[in-house]
C-alpha cells in the first residue's frame, strides 16, 4: 500500500465525501470521531503494527482481528448501537481500500461479520423513551414562552420533524418547495445521509 497510514487514509476519504457532497455535515464529523476513537485503541493499546508504540497501521496491514480487539474494547463504554455505527464506518473505510487496491477483499467482508446483532442489546437499550401525548401538547406550547427567533426556529423544525415521520434535520433544512405534494401529503426527497429517494407522508397539523 505504498505506505499508507490507515487512520490518515480514513479521515481523507470522509472529508472527500464531505466535500463532494455525498455524505452531510453530521456524518462527517460522526466519522472522524469513529476513527479518532480507533486511532486512540491503536495508542492506547500498541494493538498497530508500526510506530515506537505500534501505535501505527498501514491501510494494507489492516486485519479482522485488530477491529475485533477494537469492538471489544470500545464495547466497554459505549452502547451496542454506536459500536455497529463505529465498525460500519471502519468497513466502509476498508470496501474503499479494497477499490484502490490497498487492500484484500476479504477484510471488509469479514468486518461486516463483527456487527453485533439486536438479540445482544443490553435491556436498557431495549427501554425505549418517548413522549406523551400531554408532554407533546406541552411542548408545542412552550414555543410562545420562547424569547429568541433561532429557538422558535428550531423548535418549529422539531415539530415538524415530529409530524414527517422523523425526518432529520439536514433533510429538513434542504427541503424545498418541488419536494412537496400537498394534495398528496406526501414527500418526496432524497435522504442526505442514506442518498435514497423516500416518500415520506406528513400529517395533517
Not at 470521531?33 to 486512540?40: A, P
Not at 431495549?126 to 411542548?139: G, H
Not at 427567533?149 to 433533510?171: A, E, V
Request: proline content about 2%; hydrophobic content about 30%; aromatic content about 12%.
Amino acid at each position: 500500500d505504498k505506505g499508507v497510514e490507515f487512520v490518515d487514509f480514513a479521515k481523507d476519504r470522509i472529508t472527500q465525501r464531505y466535500d463532494n457532497g455525498q455524505i452531510g455535515v453530521s456524518t462527517y464529523k460522526n466519522g472522524l470521531t469513529y476513527i479518532n476513537q480507533f486511532q486512540k485503541y491503536l495508542k492506547y493499546t500498541h494493538s498497530g503494527t508500526h510506530g515506537e508504540y505500534n501505535e501505527l497501521l498501514y491501510v494494507g496491514e489492516m486485519t479482522v482481528d485488530i477491529v475485533s480487539g477494537f469492538r471489544k474494547w470500545y464495547s466497554e463504554t459505549k452502547k451496542t448501537d454506536t459500536v455497529n455505527k463505529v465498525l460500519q464506518c471502519i468497513a466502509g473505510i476498508c470496501t474503499y481500500a479494497v477499490k484502490c487496491g490497498l487492500m484484500e477483499p476479504n477484510v471488509p467482508i469479514e468486518i461486516c461479520d463483527l456487527h453485533i446483532s439486536d438479540r445482544n442489546v443490553d435491556a436498557r437499550e431495549l427501554n425505549v423513551k418517548y413522549l406523551t401525548d400531554d408532554e407533546l401538547q406541552k411542548y408545542a406550547n412552550s414555543r410562545n414562552c420562547l424569547q429568541h427567533p433561532r429557538q422558535k426556529d428550531f423548535h418549529d423544525m422539531f415539530m415538524f420533524s415530529f409530524y414527517t415521520c422523523g425526518l432529520r434535520l439536514i433533510d429538513i433544512i434542504t427541503l424545498r418547495w418541488s419536494d412537496i405534494d400537498c394534495k398528496k401529503k406526501l414527500i418526496r426527497k432524497v435522504q442526505i445521509k442514506t442518498g435514497n429517494r423516500n416518500f415520506v407522508p406528513f400529517l395533517e397539523p
